[in-house]
């Protein structure tokens, strides 16, 4: 059994993470700051991590033998408005986190994104040059580099992921289903490819990974790449709503605040060496999101917040 102390537990990957995880053989204590879970199966505390001490006192307080740091300022637009929260949290954080992780031998695995690469190639790997366009993917590079700096030691993933959020709106998967089943138009950029990955999947392999002795950078992201637009197209097809509702648009056309990286594919090579194995493939990943809709899960996790 280990025990993970989760923070960003009331965020996307958080959450869904400490759903997945605790009580199968493993335990979770998540960690919530002003979006508290109104209710939760696992053991769930608050805390602004910015705060100094604030993560001592958690280890202290819960001795994990993992943390898993998942809390960041993730929302792209609200990081271009507040550079200056977005590098507390996104690059100061993180390195105050290894810092204490490596003073109290607690094992750190650190959460990262592809938006680190510009996009100008795809298929990167580990050690390709990073270009960061956008204020919260540098800062999300700082906070890499900050880690390392701090934790040698420390694992960081660069995800992409989707699934079901308490807040109804976190993930994009789950913007194309609630405005396709309303029998809604939606945008698709074709003009952005990524490789996304199951949070479920993404979560079974955090736990792997856990106990495995991998150090540094490792990609963690679905076998297949695929526009936006197909994104939500394969979404449509799976759950029976009309693919023609999904227009497709170039990202130049959005509005969108902050600069985003076309080509988003990442070479997930290093980490299917490390495992010996595949990733999970992305017809099963999409199954399972189609399975938690029609269990009642997106209404289950929103009941939580
Ligand atoms: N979503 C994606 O597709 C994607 C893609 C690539 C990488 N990532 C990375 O994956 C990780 C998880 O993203 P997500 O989508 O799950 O994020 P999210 O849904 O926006 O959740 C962010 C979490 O961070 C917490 N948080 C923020 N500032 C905090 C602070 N000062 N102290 C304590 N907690 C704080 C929030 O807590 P409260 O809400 O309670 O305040 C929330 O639980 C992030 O590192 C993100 O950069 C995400």
Redesign the pocket.
Same mark, same amino acid.
């Given at each position: 059994m280990t025990h993970f102390l989760v923070?960003?537990? %009331?965020? !996307?990957?958080? !959450?869904n993470f400490a759903l997945a995880v605790d009580g199968k053989k493993h335990q979770v204590t998540g960690?919530? +700051?002003?979006?508290?879970l109104t209710w939760a199966t696992f053991k769930n505390v &608050?805390? &602004? !991590?910015?705060r100094p001490g604030?993560i001592d006192d958690l280890i202290d307080t819960h001795k994990p033998e993992v943390i898993l740091?998942?809390?960041?300022?993730? +929302?792209v637009d609200a990081c271009e408005n507040d550079p200056a929260l977005a590098r507390?949290? +996104?690059a100061e !954080?993180p390195g105050a986190i290894a810092e204490v992780s490596r003073k109290h031998s607690v094992r750190m695995i650190h959460? %990262?994104?592809?938006?680190v690469f510009d996009g100008s190639r795809g298929n990167y790997r580990e050690d390709d040059e990073t270009n960061p366009l956008s204020v $919260?993917a540098k800062t999300?590079l700082e906070g890499e580099r900050a880690v390392l700096a701090a934790n040698s030691d420390a694992l960081i993933t660069?995800? +992409?992921? $989707?699934g079901w %959020?308490a807040?109804g709106n976190? %993930?994009?998967a789950e913007n194309f289903v609630t405005r396709l089943s309303a029998g809604k138009e939606m945008m698709g950029f074709t003009d952005i490819l990524f490789c996304p990955m199951n949070i479920l999947d993404l979560s079974a392999l955090l736990v792997e990974v856990s106990s495995l002795n991998l150090r540094g950078i490792y990609h963690m992201v679905g076998p297949e790449a695929m526009s936006k637009y197909e994104f939500g197209r394969r979404i449509a097809e799976k759950f029976g709503f009309d693919p023609a509702l999904i227009k497709p648009v170039s990202v130049n056309d959005s509005g969108l605040k902050a600069a985003r990286s076309p080509n988003l594919t990442l070479s997930t090579e290093k980490l299917r060496a490390a495992l010996g194995r595949d990733l999970p493939d992305f017809a099963g990943g999409l199954q399972k999101f189609y399975d938690q809709y029609r269990r009642g899960y997106p209404e289950y996790i929103k009941s939580l917040a």
């Open positions: 923070t960003g537990v %009331s965020g !996307l990957l958080g !959450l960690v919530a +700051n002003t979006a508290p &608050e805390a &602004e !991590l910015t604030a740091h998942c809390a960041a300022l993730a +929302n507390q949290v +996104n !954080l959460i %990262s994104t592809d938006a $919260y999300k660069r995800v +992409n992921f $989707y %959020s807040a976190r %993930s994009l």
